[in-house]
């Protein structure tokens, strides 16, 4: 695991290819970052979230697909970019849909989450951040 270390940030960042096979691959990775950062109390939804990012970068987006860590001293951000020209968007779905909740449930799981426009227009960032004194303080 290649990780970056500026100052007290730490960075984990991966360019993946454009198939989906690789999100299940994907989720052991973070997994495994996120137990070496002391952090395996939000890993089963940090690890959804970041499955249910990339799975949207590589079926709606355009390749390179990067997935990243970020850690801080106040928070635990993914971001997954892609080049596709599309902004994600949240569906409204009935009940029997089978797909397209993939942003609610990001939603749900993390503090805060958005979408940032590449320079130049073409991609995007999507990301979702942990607020780890919240965790700490058990008000998830």
């Given at each position: 695991?290649?990780?970056?270390?500026?100052?007290g940030?730490?960075?984990?960042?991966?360019?993946?290819?454009?198939?989906?096979?690789?999100?299940?691959?994907t989720r052991v990775m973070?997994r495994?970052?996120?137990t070496?950062?002391?952090?395996?109390?939000?890993?089963?939804?940090?690890?959804?979230?970041?499955?249910?990012?990339?799975a949207?970068?590589?079926?709606?987006?355009?390749?390179?697909?990067?997935l990243?860590?970020?850690?801080?001293?106040?928070?635990l951000?993914v971001?997954v970019?892609?080049?596709?020209?599309?902004?994600?968007?949240?569906?409204?779905l009935?009940?029997?849909?089978?797909?397209g909740?993939?942003?609610?449930?990001?939603a749900?799981?993390?503090?805060?989450?958005?979408?940032?426009?590449l320079p130049?227009?073409?991609?995007?960032?999507?990301w979702?951040?942990?607020?780890l004194?919240?965790?700490?303080d058990?008000?998830?």
């Amino acid at each position: 695991m290649p990780e970056i270390q500026d100052g007290g940030l730490r960075i984990v960042c991966w360019d993946l290819p454009g198939d989906l096979s690789m999100v299940g691959k994907t989720r052991v990775m973070v997994r495994e970052v996120l137990t070496a950062w002391a952090l395996s109390s939000i890993a089963d939804d940090v690890v959804l979230a970041a499955g249910e990012l990339l799975a949207n970068a590589i079926v709606y987006g355009e390749p390179p697909v990067v997935l990243s860590l970020w850690l801080g001293a106040a928070d635990l951000c993914v971001r997954v970019t892609d080049h596709g020209p599309g902004l994600p968007r949240h569906l409204d779905l009935d009940i029997e849909a089978a797909h397209g909740r993939g942003l609610s449930i990001v939603a749900a799981l993390a503090h805060d989450t958005g979408v940032t426009r590449l320079p130049g227009g073409q991609g995007k960032t999507v990301w979702c951040r942990w607020d780890l004194s919240r965790i700490a303080d058990g008000r998830a």
